[in-house]
């Protein structure tokens, strides 16, 4: 499984400015970073991943607390169908576990969004967290260098979470 040594050796390849944070309690989810580091859900980013005609496998970056609409998914990419990846999936064609995907080291093939209205809100320095593929660190980055290297095609795609979920 890719981890923070893994996002760390590429970033340290590229000279990328960066840092990864040892978290104050374990995280099964990379929804649980903005209560984990006492940050805004604004500065604390997802991947999440879904299969799009059976086949296709897209990650999309959205902003914690949010989820992408999967209607704008599905138009971005020019899918029919589209749906959350089972976590065998995430976790075999990513090599990260389901609930702590990077937005980094993503499989060549795999199409990558982020939400257009979170990159709109970050200056090009702000630094953002996201998930490092293990429960107890997380990576900040610049938010231009992250774009930058994520290849991250930026759509608008997301929604608020319905309370409860």
């Not at 840092?19 to 991947?47: D, F, H, K, N, Y």
């Not at 997301?158 to 409860?164: D, V």
């Amino acid at each position: 499984m890719k981890d923070a040594l893994a996002i760390h050796r590429l970033l340290l390849e590229r000279e990328t400015q960066h840092e990864i944070v040892r978290l104050p309690s374990q995280i099964s989810s990379a929804v649980e970073l903005p209560s984990v580091l006492g940050l805004p859900p604004s500065r604390c980013m997802v991947t999440r991943i879904y299969a799009c005609d059976l086949w296709q496998l897209v990650a999309v970056i959205v902003q914690a607390g949010t989820e992408p609409n999967l209607s704008a998914v599905r138009e971005a990419v020019g899918a029919l169908v589209i749906e959350p990846a089972d976590v065998d999936t995430v976790n075999r064609e990513t090599d990260y576990s389901a609930e702590l995907v990077a937005p980094l080291l993503l499989p060549d093939s795999m199409t990558v969004l982020v939400d257009q209205r979170f990159v709109d809100r970050l200056d090009v320095d702000d630094v953002v967290y996201t998930a490092t593929g293990e429960g107890s660190t997380a990576l900040g980055i610049r938010s231009f260098d992250l774009w930058a290297l994520s290849g991250a095609k930026p759509v608008n795609l997301a929604r608020p979470l319905r309370s409860g979920t």
